[in-house]
């Protein structure tokens, strides 16, 4: 006869050991779910935009000059988001930790939090758990088209690093 408290262990390691090789398939899917589902409310606002102008402008209607038409796409970045944001486009693919941008800005960690918040509701960046949960921050696809990430280094879109 077996020993129950075995079959036990045995069943959850199991289970464990299964959701761990599943991880990165599941992290790819709602990668691509998030990224859909933002194609979809990007198309539903442009509809919206296009019903109420109809291809027409009216009196009311604001004109934006074109500088403000380029924010719109890609927001400006002043101050320590600059910064943060060329030190994350030159840490490239792999990205760069919450420690490596900290010390690399020189400033309090609340500050380099609030810097990532801003750049993450921009969507320039995102963040990427990797095994074994190491959280590195990224350039999004929106951040490897920031007129500031530069010109692209091969796939990787960012600055090329210097004195690495």
């Known amino acids: ?34 990224r859909m589902l933002g ?22 209607d604001p004109v934006l000059p074109a500088s403000n038409v380029m924010h719109d796409r890609h927001p400006p970045l002043d101050g320590y988001a600059w910064f943060a944001f060329r030190q994350i486009a030159q840490g ?33 960046v995102a963040v990427v758990v990797r095994m074994p949960l190491r959280v590195r921050y990224v350039l ?8 500031t990430a530069g010109p692209s280094q091969g796939d990787t879109g960012s600055f090329p690093a210097v004195g690495r």
């Open 1 to 34: 006869m077996r020993d129950p408290v075995m079959t036990v262990l045995f069943v959850v390691f199991l289970a464990g050991f299964v959701l761990m090789g599943m991880y990165p398939t599941l992290q790819r899917f709602a990668g691509r779910l998030r």
């Open 39 to 60: 194609e979809v409310v990007a198309e539903v606002e442009a509809q919206s935009d296009e019903e109420r102008h109809d291809g027409e402008y009216h009196d009311d």
């Open 92 to 124: 490239g693919r792999t990205g760069l930790s919450f420690r490596q941008i900290r010390d690399a800005l020189h400033v309090e960690t609340a500050a380099v939090r609030e810097v990532l918040e801003t750049l993450q509701q921009q969507g320039l």
């Open 140 to 147: 999004t696809k929106r951040g490897r088209a920031h007129p």
